[in-house]
Nanobody, 119 residues
């Protein structure tokens, strides 16, 4: 069973930065397109960034484009999300998982990491 462990969240003022990390316990990691998702209170979980497996092509939701950067380290089974110029509307619990739009599996969800942006 794949375990996903997210970390790096916290409380930051608007305009600040955070770097999230996700560790995935699967030997299939390097073949898996990965995504960062977030869920704000009362809202559905949404995909905000993804990165393909081999060529590390990235894509972003319009709401975070130009502010967030997703990257991965296949040797360490890690995926990262650098978040800059944070806004209060970025407040949410952030999760990593596979990205099914690239044919990757969606595994069980980890505990997520809370990001809170104050105005």
């Amino acid at each position: 069973q794949v375990q996903l462990v997210e970390s790096g969240g916290g409380l930051v003022q608007a305009g600040g930065s955070l770097r999230l990390s996700c560790a995935a316990s699967t030997t299939m990691f390097k073949f898996t397109a990965m995504g960062w998702y977030r869920q704000a209170p009362g809202k559905q979980r949404e995909l905000v960034a993804s990165i393909t497996s081999g060529d590390a092509v990235t894509s972003y939701a319009d709401s975070v484009k130009g502010r967030f950067t997703v990257s991965r380290d296949n040797a360490k089974n890690m995926v990262y999300l650098q978040m800059d110029n944070l806004k209060p509307e970025d407040t949410a619990v952030y999760y990593c998982n596979g990205d099914p739009k690239y044919g990757s599996s969606l595994w069980g969800w980890g505990q997520g990491t809370q990001v809170t942006v104050s105005s």
